[in-house]
């Protein structure tokens, strides 16, 4: 019975959808009440004043009359939508703000499954939603009006389309380049993923290897067209009016900068421990950078140390790499996410481990997602080193663990077992 509801082609994906609101209302319920308030600086200093300067009609610009550029325009246009509506329903924005937190997270849900059903059976395509939804770091995300929920629905929307488009009969030109329609949505909410198309044009090359060159080269054009018509407008209105190129936002020098001195005492972090000499390297670093205007000149002044005290410098990148799967910008509760992490992680590395081996579909959907993990990892790195910009992919991870309970229900010894049982 259970399979023959989730073979139905739309009652799991409502079920699915209000499931997932169940649970994350049930959190919000349980969550103590000094948790519950909105921790997100970036909503309150930078999102909602450019929403609200969109919905009066003043244009793209911050709380001081200036072209918001330190962050993309797509996450303050959807809530100056949200606030739209609240008004126009007579509804508290707060209680509106909450309702799109709920939506998004149900549809985030929803399409983690539909991944996983074109790849697994209908039982185990429910795994990965489990995973998703009774994840503490996702749930935790609900909590607040955070940029990746929205940016989530249009992510998990653009690797579904690409992953179904991938299919050598169903290849169609108009299909890759919504996807890169999605995947330029996605960019002008969380810039984070500026280079996330050249990550899918690498997937293209390895995914459709046994298609001719000109094939492939087709499917990369149409795909990253549509991601350049929807990146473009917003890079020619910051020129028109400012007479500065920008890379989607004017916040990545600042976020390599805060990346390269988070050992050391902060207001607003509980401070963590460093060896001392990537102390005395953060330390120089946090002075030596602070004069330029690009990742990239930061990034020379670090190579240029690692010649000095290589030491350091490894230490450096090494604990910036594992910060990336619990470090949060705090520094609080980084012992519990790593006790939290641990079973979570086995089960992704084994299953990563059992379909890396597989040669056929499996192999190339886990060949998409360590390519999309990695890209998130390096730009992880290269920011801050905090799992809050790793959680996104986690519905993707979750969707490569159903192989590890697969392989249990195929193992001898059990198959064995219900053969006894059955002659019993």
């Known amino acids: 019975m259970v399979i023959r509801f989730l073979n139905h082609s739309y009652k799991p994906l409502v079920a699915i959808f209000f499931v997932s609101i169940i649970f994350t209302l049930s959190f919000w319920v349980i969550l103590p009440s000094q948790f519950q308030r909105n921790e997100s600086s970036d909503f309150v200093h930078i999102y909602e004043p450019v929403a609200r300067n969109i919905l009066s009609g003043g244009g793209i610009v911050d709380g001081n009359g200036n ?67 009774t994840y503490p ?37 108009y299909s890759f380049f919504l996807v890169g329609i999605l995947l330029g949505i996605s960019m ?28 492939r080269l087709s499917i990369m054009f149409f795909l990253l067209l549509g991601n350049l018509l929807v990146v473009l407008p917003w890079e020619l209105w910051v020129y028109s009016n400012t007479g500065d190129l920008i890379l989607l936002s004017t916040a990545d020098i600042s976020s390599v900068r805060d990346g390269l001195k988070f050992g050391l ?38 190579f240029g140390e690692f010649r000095t005290q290589p030491t350091a410098v490894i230490k450096l990148v090494l604990l910036k790499a594992i910060r990336c799967w619990y470090g949060t910008d705090s520094q609080r509760f980084e012992d519990q996410i790593r006790l939290v992490q641990i079973p979570y992680l086995a089960l992704i590395i084994l299953g990563f481990i059992y379909n890396w081996r597989q040669k056929d579909r ?8 360590c390519s999309v993990v990695l890209y998130f990892w390096m730009m992880d790195m290269l920011v801050l080193s905090i799992i809050r910009y790793m959680v996104p992919v986690f519905g993707l991870l979750f969707i490569l663990t159903p192989a590890f309970f697969e392989t249990i229900i195929k193992s001898p010894g059990i198959v064995s077992k219900r053969l006894t049982s059955h002659e019993q």
């Open 188 to 215: 002008l909410i969380r810039p984070l993923v500026i280079g996330i198309g050249f990550v899918f044009v690498l997937a293209v090359w390895f995914v459709c290897r046994r298609d001719s060159l000109i094939v």
């Open 137 to 173: 770091l996702s749930l935790w995300f609900t909590k607040q009006p955070n940029s990746e929920i929205p940016f989530m629905v249009f992510f998990y929307a653009a690797l579904y389309v690409f992953w179904k488009a991938i299919l050598p009969q169903k290849r169609k030109w």
């Open 67 to 133: 072209i918001a550029t330190r962050t993309p325009p797509g996450y303050p246009i959807i809530l100056a939508g949200i606030l739209w509506f609240a008004e126009f329903l007579y509804i508290p924005q707060a209680i509106a703000v909450k309702g799109f937190i709920l939506v998004c997270g149900g549809l985030t849900s929803v399409l983690i499954f539909m991944i996983a059903r074109s790849i697994w059976s209908a039982p185990l395509s429910l795994i990965p939603v489990i995973g998703w939804t």
């Open 362 to 369: 499996r192999g190339d959907f886990t060949f998409l997602v």
């Open 265 to 302: 005492e902060d207001e607003g972090r509980e401070g963590i421990k460093v060896s001392e000499n990537v102390s005395t390297l953060m330390q120089k670093l946090a002075i030596d950078v602070k004069p330029f205007h690009s990742p990239r000149e930061a990034l020379a002044i670090v």
